[in-house]
């Protein structure tokens, strides 16, 4: 197309209203959500970046399926019809459908971790962590060098380093892995895209070891995006082909089906072994519900099924493409430190760079996240301190290896001049930087303490 404006490809059928408010009524809501973002109420914020997980805009197609949800116990169509659009994606036999992503991991972290066993990431996601570690088996993550620099445009930060996979492999012995996970795109490395080159040589070491390769995959079209446009060799394929291409080699694929799949609730653990697919079918049925609904409605799965398909239409994936980047380089081009190249569901602002006067103890990206909100409204996550800082045996904080808020964009829910106003709002963010004095924790949980922390602004 020749024009510049990224025009939304669909038009709004229905609308859900947003309520204004004024800096003195944030402050006031701030103040008594102890400054975490996580506790304040959805209809005190004017623009919610918290997460593109659960909260994409259904299409008239996907409500249409709803209302032919079979909500029957066992052998619904609808569990037909999802069980055909995943098998047809990921040429994997068993699926098991669940209730949402981590819940899939849970089962098949559950069978294959324990004391002793190690797992290998490009980088584990919070929930994939947990359950690996809750499993007492330990996680390793080996995104690869290019990811250390927030400057370079290589377009793959979200590859394995290969050498360090082997190296871990011989280290700890083949036996000891309980899988290889390529998070796809890498969602806590800035959400960067990894290539089937890349992903072809960690199927091939995994060959070689006889180890088992997952694929988590909630964001396999977006980087199936980045594949065809910067990748050597995929210029004439599908996004869903370069997508089919990538699972054929996996041999097990873990999906919250909360982003790529357009829905606002399910997931699904995808396997090729029958003797494994058996024992996480038992843990399916014991914990998630019957075979044929697992954790989901027959309304969901219908959702599911349609958006997995949508997902990859190519005005979708350019526009989903295009203006998040659109919010990315705005904000690069203002002088707001960002992690480029712009991923495809978030843009990452490196707080800990663009508050240099705030030290990590003094939490930059918290400050940053109540300053969006205080000036516009905006609410985001910090990850930096705060949800990866860890205390040494003297209390003192030993701080997360960057100091990110993270921007993420609902699938299909705003317009670019919503867009337009969260890069105004940052114009002010720009002008008042100086003002920003860092947060103090007053209150915090022992666990995953950034969902309940209370904070205090310091003056
Ligand atoms: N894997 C990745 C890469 C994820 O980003 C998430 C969720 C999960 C697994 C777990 O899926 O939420 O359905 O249980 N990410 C959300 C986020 C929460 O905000 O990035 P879930």
Redesign the pocket.
Known sequence: MPFKTIIEPFRIKSVEPIYMSTIEERMDYLKEAHYNPFLLRSHQVIIDL?????TSAMSSEQWAGIMRGDESYAGASSWERLEHEIHDLTGCPYILPTH????A?RILYGHLGGKGKVFISNTH?D??RANIEFSGAEAIDIPCHQAKDNESDFPFKGNMDIGALEQLILTHGAANIGAVIL?VT???GGGQPVSMENATEVCAVCLKYRILFVL?C??IAENSYYIKHFEKGYEHYTYREIAQQMFAMADAC?M????DALANMG?FLALRNEPLAAACTNLLIITEGFVTYGGLTGRDMEALAIGLREVFDPGYLNYRIKSTAYLGNHLKEMGVPVIYPIGGHAVYVNAGEFYKHIPAHKYPGQSLACSLFVLGGIRT?EIGSVMFGKYDDQGKLIPATKELVRL?IPRRVYTQSHIDYVIEVFGLIVAEKEKAKGMRITKEPPFLRHFTAHFEMLE
Do not use: H, I
């Not at 919250?256 to 982003?259: I, L, V, Y």
């Open positions: 918290l997460t593109d997980s659960g949402q992503g981590r819940a991991e996601f929930t994939t998070t890498n969602n806590s988590d909630c964001r873990v919250s089906a909360k982003k997931g996550v993420a």
